[in-house]
């Protein structure tokens, strides 16, 4: 097929959606024009088993170089020793640290899949929960905040090899210190998965994960605004505390076990047009700008936040500190997947998600999160998104009046004619 129309069509059809949406998704965003060139580009076509200067195959030279220049800039962003920009995506990189540092078997710890953790923090149906032995902490029913005290407990009882913390659906802050110093009783690695924070940490609104924490891993495309993938990071390296050896059975630094993990551990050849976006997206990072930018999620966010609880919708933990919040809606008569449901036929895109101590199936949920990111990256201000915050409103105290979803469709498409995306698209 000489023009595939079918597939193009397919493509503009989507570019229309994300135009005319409301995107709320607090792990999505939109990436600048030159991140979404650089994806498409012919490093695509080439394979670099290996590492810079290290490569199982030739001609490498040119990706050796966008390779190097993505780790150097994540290095900078972040005051980093080491840094592996080859996952695939946030659960590869998390899946190269179990592979570096644990045996099957061993016992970790993290935040409960029900309480905002991630599925690679010990679900029973992904590979953390099947091949480890789990032991979870959870929040405070009451706070909403993660119970450090609990996890305390827990920790000392179990002597989990590695504790997790991060979360996917968690809108205050961690107190990483206060981890570490548990870890430190009992001999633990510590893990922070910042794949939702990452681009406030890197403008330091957020606390510092490097100083405390062994190994730091994120996603690249939610607040860091960059491609779909993940990241491997350490401040500090470390010899291995129990001795782990390579597979010849030498001995070898936490880096190094991390380099053979992800290569040839659990992936084979990177994606060196993703690693060359993620160089972009890492230099837009140290520009000025992205301190704005940042400063702006939280301003959004919060004042988000301040609006729904002033229309007195129940958020947990009663507001936030970072991109996101998670709203509890049953004192609102509707359930998660009904709220969702709804608000995508207004042309407003989230999510369903189980809030702490939720009562309904994670299908149905009790709850939404919210985050602005995306939004902001399109523009918004603290004005705009509390005109969201009545246009969420209006849909879920109607949910069963097409009419007016319709007229919030209208309008919702109407409103986001401001914030142009993609005009180099046409
Ligand atoms: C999004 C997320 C991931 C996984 O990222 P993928 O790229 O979807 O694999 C890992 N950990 C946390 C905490 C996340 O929120």
Known sequence: ?????????????ELERQRNDIELIASENFVSYQVLQAMGSVPANKYAEGYPGRRYYGGCEVVDEIENLAIDRLKQIFNLSWA?????????ANAAIFQAVLK?????????LSMGGHLTHGSPANFSGKHYKVISYG????????????????ALAEKPKMIICGASAYSRDWDYARIRAVADKIGAIVLADIAHPAGLIAKGLLNDPFDHCHIVTSTTHKTLRGPRGGVIMVRHDFENPWGIKDPKGNTRTITQLLDLAVFPGIQGGPLEHIIAAKAVAFGEILDESFTDYAKQIV??????????????????????DNHLMLIDLRNKNITGKKAQETLDKAFITLNKNAVPF???????????RIGVPAVTTRG??????????????????????????GDVREEVKAFMKQFPLYPELG
């Open 380 to 405: 918004l201000k603290e004005d705009h998104v509390i005109q969201v915050v009545d246009l969420i409103d209006r849909v879920l105290t109607n949910a069963d009046d097409e009419k007016m979803i």
């Open 358 to 368: 939720d009562d309904k199936s994670p299908f149905v949920t009790s709850g939404i």
């Open 139 to 154: 929040v405070n029913k009451e706070t909403g905040l993660v119970e450090y005290e609990d996890l305390e407990q827990k």
């Open 1 to 13: 097929m000489q023009n595939d129309t079918i597939l193009f069509e397919l493509l503009n059809k």
């Open 299 to 320: 301003a959004n966010a919060q004042a988000m936040a301040k609006a729904f609880v002033a229309k007195d919708y129940n958020l947990i933990s009663g507001g936030t």
């Open 104 to 112: 099957p078997g061993d016992t970790i710890m993290g935040l409960d």
């Open 84 to 92: 592996n920009v080859q996952p695939h995506s946030g659960a590869q």
